[in-house]
T-cell receptor, first 113, second 115 residues
Framework: DAGVIQSPRHEVTEMGQEVTLRCKPI?????LFWYRQTMMRGLELLIY????????DSGMPEDRFSAKMPNASFSTLKIQPSEPRDSAVYFC???????????FGSGTRLTVV | AQSVAQPEDQVNVAEGNPLTVKCTYS??????LFWYVQYPNRGLQFLLK??????LVKGSYGFEAEFNKSQTSFHLKKPSALVSDSALYFC?????????????FGAGTRLAVHP
């Protein structure tokens, strides 16, 4: 199993541009989570899905952020328009229904200049 | 609301010495507690969890954690530290409110093991 795969690993974009982060969870995992990590705020849960359905998006900071999970093997986190304060490492994680053990991807380091 | 606190931003220990990374929790009901480790430029990795049962939980890489209900603590320990243990460690608790299925992480503690 290749684990949770995120792309790109690094993204540098200009303020105002649209950014799309991608995640492929582990096959068979029922839950998918998007987290953001910054020095100031630590690890924040943005949104999570159960069987492709968004369950809790209360952590999404603004309407500029949106997430989708069109099928069990793919999810996107989109920021439009991006701002410098969105610079962070974004992690995707997944887990099976009856397991508390999360598997994290290696993250996408986003820099908005 | 469920929460965990990691009172130390950084812990320094010499290689071969025992290490402790502290975590305290605040939950309503029975706590479900976890430790994760993050190596540089990597995602978090599961170390161990406490659900119920023995207060001493053994995990990956020789780590263990001691659950103490009276002190509401769940400290991570290792008898003999390695330089390769240097990483960022996160304590987490399962949200038992409306968000039953999500983990709430502490701020993290950076462990530095010196040769």
């Amino acid at each position: 199993d290749a684990g949770v795969i995120q792309s790109p690993r690094h993204e540098v974009t200009e303020m105002g541009q649209e950014v799309t982060l991608r995640c492929k969870p582990i096959s068979g995992h029922d839950y998918l989570f998007w987290y953001r990590q910054t020095m100031m705020r630590g690890l924040e849960l943005l949104i999570y899905f159960n069987n492709n359905v968004p369950i809790d998006d209360s952590g999404m900071p603004e309407d500029r952020f949106s997430a989708k999970m069109p099928n069990a093997s793919f999810s996107t986190l989109k920021i439009q328009p991006s701002e410098p304060r969105d610079s962070a490492v974004y992690f995707c994680a997944s887990r099976p229904l009856m397991e508390d053990r999360y598997t994290f991807g290696s993250g996408t380091r986003l820099t908005v200049v | 609301a469920q929460s965990v606190a990691q009172p130390e931003d950084q812990v320094n220990v010499a290689e071969g010495n025992p290490l402790t990374v502290k975590c305290t929790y605040s939950v309503s009901g029975n706590p479900y507690l976890f430790w994760y480790v993050q190596y540089p430029n990597r995602g978090l990795q599961f170390l161990l969890k406490y659900i119920t049962g023995d207060n001493l939980v053994k995990g990956s890489y020789g780590f263990e954690a001691e659950f103490n209900k009276s002190q509401t603590s769940f400290h991570l320990k290792k008898p003999s530290a390695l330089v390769s243990d240097s990483a960022l460690y996160f304590c987490a608790v399962r949200d038992q409110g409306g968000g039953y299925n999500k983990l709430i992480f502490g701020a993290g503690t950076r462990l530095a093991v010196h040769p």
